[in-house]
């Protein structure tokens, strides 16, 4: 049986579909689709109205003016998506500013001839919410034992994580920020990624949305270590911020500034992506906090590339 045609607008469910075995079945991508490497040479069915190299204030602000139009932040191109016969269709419905949603989907879909393609929404809140996704996707594709297999896989791997993390003998505080300008604390999964890491994440809680966070508040709990992973953000942009941190009143006197433990990760990549790849986040979590024990146990190299130290 030839494997369904898929349409991945969302970065995760494209490589939830390389996961499950149906990397070969994927026709188009969305703008954002850029792992793995393959998939870049996939027909892009989508764009954003936000202009490039925004700050993280700038990009907040465009947002609000494109929502307070009544707009969608993306645009899909409708002709390209049934030109290309897609028999699945990936997107999400979690959040409108973080990816195409069903209703980027309505004019692309409502003049479809034929049979209209299975259109699969994924809204994961937590770590269950990913696993349950990939099986979700599994059994629209046909892949629903790789899908049971990779689940697995990655189940183990977390476990595996936590299990190494335990013996570190401390539990750091830790503070993930999923947004610069204004301040906003990485909730979802990421408090789940931080305890397997062998961390205690602060202001948010599992399954939570993401909360915004008051300067105050952050100086106040003075957590042991700083994380930023900003929605969308690699290092390099992330980095290029900290300017609008380090102007904060009372800032160098954080305990993790004062201590060098405030890093900059891949967010983009990592973090950001409720799919295959946050097993592979939680080691980052699980890296960062085994340097703060010893700075000689992540030495520059592979790891560099997933994160940085940033104060």
Known sequence: MASPRI???????????????????LVGRSHECDFPAF???????????????LTSRQIEDRVQEIVRQGLSV???????????????????SQCAVCAV?????????????????????????????????????GAAVDAADEAEASVGRLQDGLA??????????????VAAVEW????????????????????EALFAAPGQHSPWLE??????ADPDVIILMPCGYRIAQTL???????????????????????????????????????????????????RCVDARSAAAGPVGERWRVAA
């Not at 349409?7 to 079945?25: D, F, K, M, N, W």
């Not at 993306?74 to 999400?92: F, I």
């Not at 595996?160 to 505080?173: F, L, V, Y």
């Not at 983009?268 to 906090?289: C, D, K, W």
Request: charged fraction near 25%.
């Open 160 to 173: 595996a994580i936590r299990a190494r993390s335990a013996a570190r003998g401390w539990r750091p505080r």
């Open 101 to 137: 949603t069903p209703a980027d989907l309505e004019e692309a879909l409502c003049d479809w001839v034929g049979a209209p393609p299975t259109l699969l929404s994924l809204a994961p809140d937590n770590l269950d919410d990913v696993w349950a996704d990939l099986r979700r996707v």
């Open 240 to 290: 290029a911020e900290m300017g609008s941190l380090r102007g904060r009143p009372g800032w160098r006197d954080l305990s993790a500034v004062k201590a060098g433990r405030v890093f900059a990760v891949d967010g983009h990549h990592y973090f950001n992506r409720p799919g295959p790849r946050l097993v592979e986040s939680a080691e980052i979590v699980a890296e960062i906090l085994d």
């Open 74 to 92: 993306y645009e899909v191109n409708a002709a390209l998506v049934r030109s290309l016969k897609p028999d699945v269709v990936l997107t999400q």
């Open 39 to 53: 998939v870049e040479a996939l027909p892009v069915c989508t764009g954003t109205k936000l202009e490039k190299g």
């Open 7 to 25: 349409l991945s607008l969302l970065p995760s469910a494209t490589e939830i579909a390389v996961a499950v075995g149906r990397g070969e079945g």
């Open 215 to 220: 300067w105050e508040a952050l100086a106040a």
């Open 180 to 199: 610069i300008e204004p301040l906003m604390a990485a909730g979802n999964w990421v408090p789940e990624l931080i305890d397997a890491a062998g961390g």
